[in-house]
T-cell receptor, first 120, second 119 residues
């Protein structure tokens, strides 16, 4: 299984709604990432979890709340979003090559297909 | 802090020809990884090729190869025998080496090069 699965694929929400984006991987990866991508722009890092601990928070507004319940799951809780938060939200995961115990491991990030979020 | 620069916002190439996409980066790290990702209109981010900084040999994957110049901090992507399916946005990306048993730094992207392959 070499997939990162994101749900839902599309989400339309009002500014007063609460919703969650979900991301799942079963590759044994110990880093998971949330990125935000606007049209014709590169992905912008939001959060990184390493070994289920939040290791990077790129000054993201508190209306975005990440959660890593276990090593396979990553959630992004959304509350009181603004129209400018409309974007493609990408989840990714990567392996820690230092845990390979001599076996060559690659550490590239695998990406999900994203959730296209529209805030109305 | 690390930065990744792609100086070509758009490029085009005729089918079956060769094209080179440029990427430069800036870092004080000695151990790191470099990647080229492809993002077609479907928006799925797909790994094209990877390079470990400690390896002097340039990575190749079928029609894709890189020219990695560590001292110059340059990492260009060459696509040979271009195909219509290569049409996509291409991102150069940098990742720091993992801290043993510790945290991972982020995966930083350049602004991208939009490649169009023309029949």
């Amino acid at each position: 299984d070499t997939e990162v699965t994101q749900t839902p694929k599309h989400l339309v929400m009002g500014m007063t709604n609460k919703k969650s984006l979900k991301c799942e991987q079963h590759m044994g990866h110990r880093a998971m990432y949330w990125y935000k991508q606007k049209a014709k722009k590169p992905p912008e890092l939001m959060f990184v979890y390493s070994y289920e601990k939040l290791s990077i928070n790129e000054s993201v507004p508190s209306r975005f709340s990440p959660e890593c319940p276990n090593s396979s799951l990553l959630n992004l809780h959304l509350h009181a979003l603004q129209p400018e938060d409309s974007a493609l939200y990408l989840c990714a995961s990567s392996q820690d090559p230092g845990r390979s115990r001599g076996e060559k491991m690659n550490t590239e990030a695998f990406f999900g297909q994203g959730t296209r979020l529209t805030v109305v | 802090a690390q930065t990744v620069t792609q100086s070509q916002p758009e490029m085009s190439v005729q089918e079956a020809e060769t094209v080179t996409l440029s990427c430069t980066y800036d870092t004080s790290e000695n151990n790191y990884y470099l990647f080229w990702y492809k993002q077609p209109p479907s928006r799925q981010m797909i790994l094209v090729i990877r390079q470990e900084a400690y390896k002097q040999q340039n990575a190749t994957e079928n029609r894709f190869s890189v020219n990695f110049q560590k001292a110059a901090k340059s990492f260009s992507l060459k696509i040979s025998d271009s195909q219509l399916g290569d049409t996509a946005m291409y991102f150069c990306a940098f990742m720091k080496h993992w801290v043993p048993g510790g945290s991972q730094g982020n995966l930083i992207f350049g602004k991208g090069t939009k490649l169009s392959v023309k029949p």
